[in-house]
């Protein structure tokens, strides 16, 4: 596989992963996220996989889209991989109803795709 098409790849996991974060928080509170401990493992994964996409996208494309907050959305997968007893919720719910929607018109911007309407 050419480095072009890695990225390509590693970008496609970042989107899906992405997509499946926002699914899981639409129309959930932070109140009802700490209750629910299935939606919560499972945003925290899908969050760990965009940061595993993320940190295997080459150093030149990150270079070129530093709209994206590479090293942030990393690190916070490295908070979650293995740091997880000091997982600050309230960032997380953040990152996943703030940061998660912006991560998905960038990745769909830089794949070349159109964004999809609600």
């Known amino acids: 596989m050419k480095p072009g098409e890695r990225d390509a790849a590693h970008l496609w996991d970042l989107l899906d992963a992405a997509r499946h974060a926002k699914e899981l928080i639409t129309d959930v509170s932070f109140d ?6 299935r939606t ?12 595993e996409a993320a940190r295997r996208v080459s150093p030149a494309l990150q270079a070129r889209h530093s709209e994206i ?3 942030g959305i990393i690190g916070f ?8 007893g000091e997982i ?15 991560l998905i018109s960038s990745s769909q911007r830089m794949l070349g795709e159109k964004p999809k309407r609600k």
């Open 40 to 51: 919560r493992y499972a945003l925290e994964r899908a969050l760990e996989i965009i940061g």
């Open 32 to 37: 009802e996220l700490m209750e629910d401990v």
């Open 88 to 102: 600050d919720y309230r960032r997380l719910f953040t990152v996943a109803t703030q940061g998660v929607p912006a």
């Open 77 to 84: 997968r490295n908070v979650l991989a293995h740091e997880y």
């Open 69 to 71: 907050p590479w090293k």
